[in-house]
């Protein structure tokens, strides 16, 4: 049996200028409490990849509002405005990822592969500076793996050995992100005794993930 650790120890574990994973649509998905011990402690310099920058006070937003973030790899910031205020001011450098590309990027940066081949952005600005090339006709970008120093997941359950199960739209990018992080640290709603979770219901097995935030007491 495992042992879980406080969101205060957990952010400890995350350096400044480190890259992160975090799961989350608008913050569903994203673990809370470790974001707000990431804000307290005043990390700096972080690259977030996620789907969005959620709204200022939600979920990821908050670090972006703090200002502990110098890159963000997303799908769109057009819910945050701080982000786009701090994007144009220079502040942070945003990376925009067409949705799709993005989930398979870090797909393949957890399973070892060397890039994806895809036809969205062939011919925009997306595709500057990248790789194209043509099979059957059709024109691809080459685009490369994602991987991260940490993965902040957060979970429906886990247990002690660390099983996790995600909940509806909750589960999002969680599963890919954490086969892609060096770091795994999830954040449970509820941790269960070993056996509770049925091996079929399992969506992140244990091995993947190095640390549990334990629940509020």
């Known amino acids: 049996m495992?042992?879980?650790?406080s969101a205060t120890e957990a952010a400890a574990l995350v350096p400044d200028g480190a890259s992160l994973f975090y799961g989350g649509f608008m913050g569903v998905g994203t673990p809370q409490r470790l974001v707000d011990a990431l804000v307290e402690r005043?990390?700096?310099?972080l690259t977030i990849i996620g789907n969005d920058t959620a709204r200022p006070g939600l979920g990821i937003g908050r670090l972006v509002e703090a200002g502990c973030v110098a890159k963000a790899i997303v799908s769109h910031i057009g819910t945050n405005p701080?982000?786009?205020q701090k994007m144009m001011a220079g502040e942070i450098e945003v990376e925009l990822v067409p949705?799709?590309?993005?989930?398979?990027?870090?797909?393949?940066?957890?399973?070892?592969?060397?890039?994806?081949?895809?036809?969205?952005?062939?011919?925009?600005?997306?595709?500057?500076?990248?790789q194209v090339i043509e099979l059957d006709g059709r024109h691809f970008l080459v685009e490369r793996p994602i991987r991260a120093d940490f993965a902040l997941l957060k979970a429906h359950e886990a247990d002690y050995n660390f099983n996790l199960t995600y909940r509806l739209t909750a589960t999002n990018f969680n599963p890919v992100m954490a086969l892609a992080g060096a770091c795994v640290i999830a954040e449970p709603e509820e941790i269960v005794p070993v056996g509770v979770i049925p091996p079929d219901h399992v969506r992140t097995p244990g091995i993947l993930v190095h640390h549990?935030?334990?629940r509020l007491r």
């Open 212 to 214: 549990l935030v334990e």
């Open 2 to 5: 495992r042992k879980a650790i």
């Open 42 to 45: 005043g990390v700096r310099g």
């Open 99 to 130: 949705q799709g590309t993005l989930a398979e990027r870090i797909r393949a940066g957890g399973a070892g592969l060397g890039g994806v081949l895809t036809p969205t952005g062939v011919g925009t600005v997306v595709a500057e500076g990248k």
């Open 82 to 84: 701080i982000t786009q």
